[in-house]
Nanobody, 121 residues
Framework: QVQLVESGGGLVQPGGSLRLTCAAS????????MGWYRQAPGKQRELVAT???????NYADSVKGRFTISRDNAKNTVYLQMNSLKAEDTAVYYC???????????????WGQGTQVTVSS
C-alpha cells in the first residue's frame, strides 16, 4: 500500500521556475531510487532526472544545467527544481520510485498519477 503524491505543477511563463514535489507514503522499508519522467503531447514518455539512495543523480541532456533533483530521506520525498523553463518543457510530469515495503524482500516500482506543467506566455 505505497502511494506517491505529486504537487507543484501549474502554469508558468518562459524563463520562470517551478518546484515539483513527490512524497511517498505507506509501509516503506527503504527507497532505492526516485526520479521524474515526462510525457508531452505526441511524444513518448522520457526520463527527466533520477537520484539514487546514495545521492547520485542523472539528467536528460535537454534539462542539464536547468533542472536539479534532490531528496529528503527523512520524509521519503523527492524534489525537482526547474529553472529557465522553456515551452518544450510542457508535459505531464510523473514521479517514479523503487521501493521495498516492510517485511517484504522484493523491490517494486511505483508511479505517481502525474502533474501538468505548462510553460506559456
Amino acid at each position: 500500500q505505497v502511494q506517491l503524491v505529486e504537487s507543484g505543477g501549474g502554469l508558468v511563463q518562459p524563463g520562470g521556475s517551478l518546484r515539483l514535489t513527490c512524497a511517498a507514503s505507506g509501509s516503506i522499508f527503504a527507497i532505492r531510487a526516485m526520479g521524474w519522467y515526462r510525457q508531452a503531447p505526441g511524444k513518448q514518455r522520457e526520463l527527466v532526472a533520477t537520484i539514487t539512495s546514495g545521492g547520485s543523480s542523472n539528467y536528460a541532456d535537454s534539462v542539464k544545467g536547468r533542472f536539479t533533483i534532490s531528496r529528503d530521506n527523512a520524509k521519503n520525498t523527492v524534489y525537482l527544481q526547474m529553472n529557465s523553463l522553456k515551452a518544450e518543457d510542457t508535459a505531464v510530469y510523473y514521479c517514479n520510485a523503487d521501493i521495498r515495503t516492510t517485511g517484504i524482500f522484493i523491490w517494486f516500482n511505483y508511479w505517481g498519477q502525474g502533474t501538468q506543467v505548462t510553460v506559456s506566455s
